[in-house]
């Protein structure tokens, strides 16, 4: 059995389990690691830290298939743990959706959400989503187009986020449902919606954090996506180091640590293994 394979049994293990599991958001390989490092159980890899860190850019929906599945790929590579990734709104209608779900299964994630998002994604801008049975015959061809049975296919709705509409929510995600996927994924909403959810909804639910809340608060889902936990935290913290750097010239330390993770160590093992 390949290590994908059992990285995908192992998360649906931990959805089983019960538990609510926090999957911190990662830029890239590195962070990634650091995640693992500290042991969480698996690691997200989602549009908006992917445009922020590859290219500077903000998660207009302006990437494409490979650039998110490659950025995957080095995630899936580095750790040996789950992976969550964003497959945005699928990039190909049903009929050619199949290479959406074979481009991120041949990359060794563990799951992907596909959302009903058509344009926006900011405050500021007209939202629109795709027609619900549109959005669903895409998840019905996901589901269909996958060869690892233990591949997950995530429906997301952005009814609520987009709208503040619960009810239509709950009426997509009934349909994405009946269409196959695995999980569902109503964006944005609150404990007291997503417990309205789950009641109509017999699947586990993913969320992303929201501000203020604990782990605990998102007691009824079984997956917390901390999509920009990295992303957050390296902007912090490197625009800290550089403006101590401008005030007292002094850079930040070596940290022996950081190569012990990158593996330095086994190089050098490898170096004295093969010289004998």
């Known amino acids: 059995m390949k ?17 609510t599991i926090a999957a911190l958001g990662a830029t890239d390989a590195l962070s990634a690691r650091i995640i693992a490092s500290h042991g969480y159980e698996c690691v997200y890899i989602g549009s908006y830290a992917t445009a922020a860190s590859r290219f500077a850019l903000p998660d207009t929906g302006a990437l494409a298939l490979p650039e998110l599945v490659e950025q995957a790929r080095t995630i899936v590579n580095a750790v040996d743990v789950p992976v969550i990734a964003d497959a945005e709104g699928g990039f190909h209608d049903a009929a050619n959706i199949w290479r959406t779900v074979e481009a991120f299964e041949q990359a060794g994630v563990a799951a992907i959400h596909i959302e009903d998002h058509a344009f926006g994604k900011h405050a500021a801008v007209e939202q629109r989503l795709r027609p619900a049975e549109e959005a ?19 429906a997301r709705s952005d009814a609520f986020w987009a709208h503040g509409d619960l009810a239509e929510t709950i009426r997509r995600l009934a349909l994405y449902v009946e269409a196959g ?11 007291e919606e997503l417990a309205a959810v789950r009641k109509r909804i017999a699947r586990p639910a993913m969320v992303v954090d929201m501000a203020g809340r604990t782990l605990a608060e998102h007691r ?6 901390y999509y920009a936990f990295s992303t957050l935290a390296q902007y912090a913290a490197l625009n800290a180091a550089i403006e101590r750097f401008k005030a007292e010239g002094t850079p930040p330390a070596a940290a022996p640590a950081l190569e012990d993770l990158l593996g330095y160590g086994e190089f050098v093992s490898r170096v004295e293994k093969y010289a004998r």
């Open 3 to 19: 290590a994908w394979q059992e990285r995908r049994q192992r998360l649906r293990q931990l959805i089983a389990s019960g538990r």
């Open 136 to 154: 669903a015959a895409r998840i019905r061809a996901a589901v269909e187009a996958r060869h690892d049975a233990d591949f997950l296919i995530v």
């Open 181 to 191: 996927a695995d999980m569902v994924f109503p964006t944005l909403v609150g404990p």
């Open 220 to 225: 009824h889902a079984a997956i917390v996506l």
